[in-house]
């Protein structure tokens, strides 16, 4: 499996603050993602990176923003979290042949 | 819009059971359908299919591909309690950065 944490792994916040979320990487794969996982909806993309300060929207990035200023790490940011964005958060990475490989996720809730 | 669809959605067994789990997709440009195991944690990785009519095996799981009718089958066979775990589905998008869109997922639970 390739190296990759996440942190926090658990958070709770309340409505309006802002969250950061980290995945580093100790493969050096050049693509990141990160992932919401919610019961009825399965993995949707948040966002991408294609290389160090390239990234891209996935179908549910409203809300969110992210930064890759470093290969080996992609931050996540909540500007101002709301209830919606409770969920686990999962970061990936893959090389180039699609297989993405997971970090162990992210539990946040938004009281 | 890209689609993959799982089914069933949840599926009870017996321990010996063999099991079926459906993919079916409708994407704009396929390359590759891949298969994940997910217990309480990360999903793993399992299979990638690229090519129709080629049984991707390993164990007692199983998997094919037909890009003629635009589905993907997993089969696991003489099933174990540690089975038990939710089956996630993706197709691979070409057009770069390997986007994967996935299934909702199949939980299997696997009795005794």
């Known amino acids: 499996d390739a190296g990759i944490t996440q942190s926090p792994r658990h958070k709770v916040t309340e409505t309006g603050t802002p969250v950061t979320l980290r995945c580093h990487q100790t493969?050096?794969?050049?693509?990141m993602y990160w992932y919401r996982q919610d019961p009825g909806h399965g993995l949707r993309l948040i966002h991408y990176?294609?290389?160090?300060?390239?990234?891209d929207k996935g179908e549910v990035s409203d809300g969110y923003s992210v930064s890759r200023s470093k290969t080996e790490d992609f931050l996540l940011t909540l500007e101002s979290a709301t209830s919606s964005q409770t969920s686990v958060y999962f970061c990936?990475?893959?090389?180039?042949?699609?297989?993405?490989?997971f970090g162990p996720g992210t539990r946040l809730t938004v009281l | 819009e890209d689609k993959v669809v799982q089914s069933p959605l949840s599926l009870v067994v017996h321990e010996g059971d063999t099991v079926t789990l459906n993919c079916s997709y409708e994407v704009t440009n396929f390359r590759s359908l891949l298969w994940y195991k997910q217990e309480k944690k990360a999903p793993t990785f399992l299979f990638m299919l690229?090519?129709?009519?080629i049984e991707k095996k390993s164990g007692r799981l199983s998997s094919i591909l037909d890009k003629k009718e635009l589905f993907s089958i997993l089969n696991i066979t003489a099933t174990q309690t540690g089975d038990s775990a939710i089956y996630l589905c993706a197709v691979e998008i070409q057009g770069g950065s390997e986007k994967l869109v996935f299934g909702k997922g199949m939980k299997l639970t696997v009795n005794p």
């Open positions: 990176s294609y290389g160090v300060k390239d990234t």
């Open positions: 990936a990475t893959s090389v180039l042949t699609g297989t993405q490989y």
């Open positions: 690229t090519s129709s009519g």
């Open positions: 493969e050096n794969h050049r693509y």
